[in-house]
C-alpha cells in the first residue's frame, strides 16, 4: 500500500536557521509529490510539486525540495527560516496514472524560535 | 481572485443533530474533494466528485453524505454527528481528475457538544 512518512513529529529551529523537513514514500512507480503548509486554523497551502524533470523543484516562500529517487525521499528545505514559518507542513503524494488521490504523511510542526 | 470558500468557518452541533458544511469555489474546477483532519493528524479524505459523478472512499461511515447541485457548490451533510467526529473539514477543487494539483478552502472547524 501506498505511504508517506514523516519521521519528525515536531522541529524547532532559530529564526535565520536552517530547515530541512524529511518525507520518505512507499510506493512501486514514482508518485507526484507535494509540500503543503498549514498555518494554525487554515486550510493548507501547496508550496511546491514534483511531477517529473529536475529533481530539485522551487517552491513559495523561498523553500525548495530535492526528490531522490534511490532513497524514496523528497525532503523540504529552507536555506534561512522566518518566524512565520512557523506552521505545520504535510508532505503528500498522488498515484501517477491514477485518479488524483492525495496521500498525507502526519505532518511536521515547526516552531521557530527568535 | 479565485478561490475556495468554506462556510461557516465554526460549527457548534448538538450530539444527534443533524449539519450541513458548504463549500464553493470560482475556480471552475470538476472535481471538488471533502477531506477530514482531526487534532494534529494528517487530513483524510471522505470523498469527492468529479463532475457529478459521486466517488465514496470505502472508509467513509454513512453518517457522511454530500451534494454537488451545481459545479460551484458542494455540501457535506452528517447526518447524526458524534463527538468523534469533532474535526477540521477541508474542502479542496482540482481542475480534473489528471490535474494533481488540488486547491483548499480554509476549513471549517466542526465541535460537536
Known amino acids: 500500500a501506498q505511504s508517506v512518512t514523516q519521521p519528525d513529529i515536531h522541529i524547532t529551529v532559530s529564526e535565520g536557521a536552517s530547515l530541512e523537513l524529511r518525507c520518505n514514500y512507499s510506493?512501486?512507480?514514482?508518485?507526484?509529490l507535494f509540500w503543503y503548509v498549514q498555518s494554525p486554523g487554515q486550510g493548507l497551502q501547496l508550496l511546491l510539486k514534483?511531477?517529473?524533470?529536475?529533481?530539485l523543484v522551487q517552491g513559495i516562500k523561498g523553500f525548495e525540495a530535492e526528490f531522490k529517487r534511490s532513497q524514496s525521499s523528497f525532503n523540504l528545505r529552507k536555506p534561512s527560516v522566518h518566524w512565520s514559518d512557523a506552521a505545520e507542513y504535510f508532505c503528500?503524494?498522488?498515484?501517477?496514472?491514477?485518479?488524483?488521490?492525495?496521500?498525507f504523511g502526519a505532518g511536521t510542526r515547526l516552531a521557530v524560535h527568535p | 481572485d479565485a478561490m475556495v470558500i468554506q462556510n461557516p468557518r465554526y460549527q457548534v452541533t448538538q450530539f444527534g443533530k443533524p449539519v450541513t458544511l458548504s463549500c464553493s469555489q470560482t475556480?471552475?474546477?470538476?472535481?471538488m474533494y471533502w477531506y477530514q483532519q482531526k487534532s494534529s493528524q494528517a487530513p483524510k479524505l471522505l470523498f469527492h466528485y468529479y463532475d457529478k459523478d459521486f466517488n465514496n472512499e470505502a472508509d467513509t461511515p454513512d453518517n457522511f453524505q454530500s451534494r454537488r447541485p451545481n459545479t460551484s457548490f458542494c455540501f457535506l451533510d452528517i447526518r447524526s454527528p458524534g463527538l468523534g467526529d469533532a474535526a477540521m473539514y477541508l474542502c479542496?477543487?482540482?481542475?480534473?481528475?489528471?490535474?494533481?494539483?488540488?486547491?483548499f478552502g480554509p476549513g471549517t472547524r466542526l465541535t460537536v457538544t
Open positions: 479542496a477543487t482540482s481542475r480534473d481528475r489528471q490535474a494533481y494539483e488540488q486547491y
Open positions: 510506493y512501486g512507480a514514482t508518485p507526484y
Open positions: 514534483y511531477f517529473s524533470g529536475d529533481t
Open positions: 503528500a503524494v498522488a498515484p501517477s496514472g491514477g485518479y488524483n488521490k492525495l496521500i
Open positions: 475556480l471552475n474546477h470538476n472535481v
